[in-house]
């Protein structure tokens, strides 16, 4: 397995994080089918003028420059350590609700995956729409693109807004880490607002509180959902960092949810840093992971 080490690497700096158990063979060659699928559907751009992309047409004056993509995904080079520049990015409204800036979309097929990142019209002409900042956004969507294969959903949110230059995104941006909140949470005010009406068409004051009792709820787990995976992560990084000092936020960007609450344990019981690492020197994943950091343990 070693072997592959030098290609893992190369892939791991694209933004192809190996999975645990992955067969590395298998997922080179599925990462390779995804930079061969990205370049044809950038010829096929040149050439036709549109193509076709997860059941999408777009055209060729939609595609983000490659350059304007190098320059807006800093952060998560700076960060992370992965470029994921080969990625397909269009300036597009489709598919967006009137509240998001940006989203990344992918499927797998044939091995592959079929990635796509969108972003909002007006970041063709300016950095920021709204409360959003162009590089940010994209940024934050290719972290999900590169954690797609894990498959590790619990801590992908709060490491993508990690990056965020607002510590109020940084801070509350994780509580959306599924698609059934932001819909649950709008219907819960929806309910509540129907409250204060029924008070008003002359029903008692307990109506519009049992109304309320859905959106506090719902808000009251949100946070103590994110409270918990935020102090998770900071107990995992302040464990990693006499290790791998400024690049523990990579570190700690290619590891699974398992493996984010184990060293935040390890960390709360005292456990060295070192012995938490002895045993993963087996693992082909922290191979790759230590060739890129190295750790700076006795």
Known sequence: MVDHLADLVGLDEKGFIL????DPVSFCEA???????????????DEKGRARVLGEVFAADQLVPHDLLVECLAPARATYGIDPSWALAFFSNKHLPWYVGGSAFYEKADGALRTCLLVREPFRRKERWLVYDRGEILSHEACH?????????????PLAYGMSHSAFRRAVGGAFSARWEAPVLLGSAVILVLGAGLELAGLGPWVKLACAVPLLGTVGALIARTARS????KAAHRYLEPAFGRNSPAVLFRCTDEEIASLADAGRRGTPVSEWLTPQQGSLRWQVIQNRFPAQTS
């Open 230 to 233: 935020s102090a998770t992560l």
């Open 31 to 45: 990462a390779r089918g995804t930079l061969d699928w990205s370049q044809a559907v950038r010829r096929e751009l």
């Open 19 to 22: 999975p645990p158990r992955a």
């Open 145 to 157: 693109l590169a954690r797609a294969m894990l498959s590790e959903p619990r801590f992908e949110e």
